[in-house]
């Protein structure tokens, strides 16, 4: 079992930065890969990066290739999400989760992959 929290939300605008952080506790957090979901009003769940539990591999969504970037610290079980050039399409409340693997190198896309969630953080760009 992993408990997921993330932070780091909040209202900016259009251009600006932020950093999100996703806190796990429970079982051995470097076993987890790990990825950042968004979710804007009445649409569906979506993937915007992944990262293996090494720390080595990494993927994103084209919308955000070039101004996000993921990392994690496995001493501090933390997985971080840092956003730059923020856009008013990025509004969405922000999710991170966490998929058990073997492999140090796997990272997944999909919603049905992952099986622990966290609860979400507001992120609002206005333009």
């Known amino acids: 079992q992993v408990q997921l929290v993330e932070s780091g939300g909040g209202l900016v605008q259009a251009g600006d930065s932020l950093r999100l952080s996703c806190a796990a506790s429970?079982?051995?957090?470097?076993?987890?890969?790990m990825g950042w979901f968004r979710q804007a009003p009445g649409k569906e769940r979506e993937f915007v990066a992944a990262i293996s539990w090494s720390g080595g591999s990494t993927d994103y969504a084209d919308s955000v290739k070039g101004r996000f970037t993921i990392s994690r610290d496995n001493g501090k079980n933390t997985v971080y999400l840092q956003m730059n050039s923020l856009k008013s399409e990025d509004t969405a409340v922000y999710y991170c989760?966490?998929?058990?693997?073997?492999?140090?190198?796997?990272?997944?896309?999909?919603?049905?992959?992952?099986?622990?969630w966290g609860q979400g953080t507001q992120v609002t760009v206005s333009s």
């Open positions: 989760a966490a998929k058990g693997t073997y492999s140090r190198s796997t990272y997944y896309w999909t919603v049905v992959d992952y099986d622990y």
């Open positions: 429970g079982r051995r957090f470097s076993w987890y890969a």
